[in-house]
T-cell receptor, first 111, second 114 residues
């Protein structure tokens, strides 16, 4: 499985945008980029995923570099509820490969 | 829809005791997974079931057994609990999508083995 690298922790102020980076230099052409987050004392939840083009949904935006070797999860206006561990995961579209969770980035949001 | 449910929420065992963690999903998903999460760590896959009637080992299967009872239910059994199995256990199911798949997680079972 291709690996991802994320900063251990980041801080943001409430109501400001947050850019969470992820490096995946060994990504293959059929790997999808997934983002999950885990709020305190809860199971992970899906945030967003993409393949090549930038993606938007109600929770966040995903910006994917042209060479696909890095991506950025963008929270447009951080709230206190966005404080969580964010996981960047690669998953091949060939079903059967498993999700591999790294340690993720712990995001703190300051009021 | 209740999504993915897990029971119990908390459990304390003594070394050598056995127990079964229950997981059920009402989303008609084919695939189900069991993970463990140790403090400050990411999730590690214990076992998974790609479809009803099949199970496969993940990254850390030693000391565990699983049963895919039917499409809805996937249980995890600790035959002889050890302190190293103290962890939070998450069950997940996967919706297969046109382009990829999305996991839905349960709330977790917090297990302490003394």
């Amino acid at each position: 499985d291709a690996k991802t690298t994320q900063p251990n922790s980041m801080e943001s102020n409430e109501e400001e945008p947050v850019h969470l980076p992820c490096n995946h230099s060994t990504i293959s052409g059929t790997d999808y980029i997934h983002w999950y987050r885990q709020l305190p004392s809860q199971g992970p939840e899906y945030v967003i995923h993409g393949l090549t083009s930038n993606v938007n949904n109600r929770m966040a935006s995903l910006a994917i570099a042209e060479d696909r070797k890095s991506s950025t999860l963008i929270l447009h206006r951080a709230t206190l509820r966005d404080a969580a561990v964010y996981y960047c995961i690669l998953r091949d579209r060939n079903y059967g490969q498993n999700f591999v969770f790294g340690p993720g980035t712990r995001l703190s949001v300051l009021p | 829809n209740a999504g993915v449910t897990q029971t119990p929420k908390f459990q304390v065992l003594k070394t050598g005791q056995s127990m079964t963690l229950q997981c059920a999903q009402d989303m008609n998903h084919n695939s189900m997974y069991w993970y463990r999460q140790d403090p400050g760590m990411g999730l590690r896959l214990i076992y998974y079931s790609a479809s009803e009637g099949t199970t496969d080992k993940g990254e850390v299967p030693n000391g565990y057994n699983v049963s895919r009872l039917n499409k809805r239910e996937f249980s995890l059994r600790l035959e002889s609990a050890a302190p190293s199995q103290t962890s939070v256990y998450f069950c997940a199911s996967i919706r297969l999508d046109f382009s990829t798949d999305t996991q839905y997680f349960g709330p977790g079972t917090r297990l302490t083995v003394l």
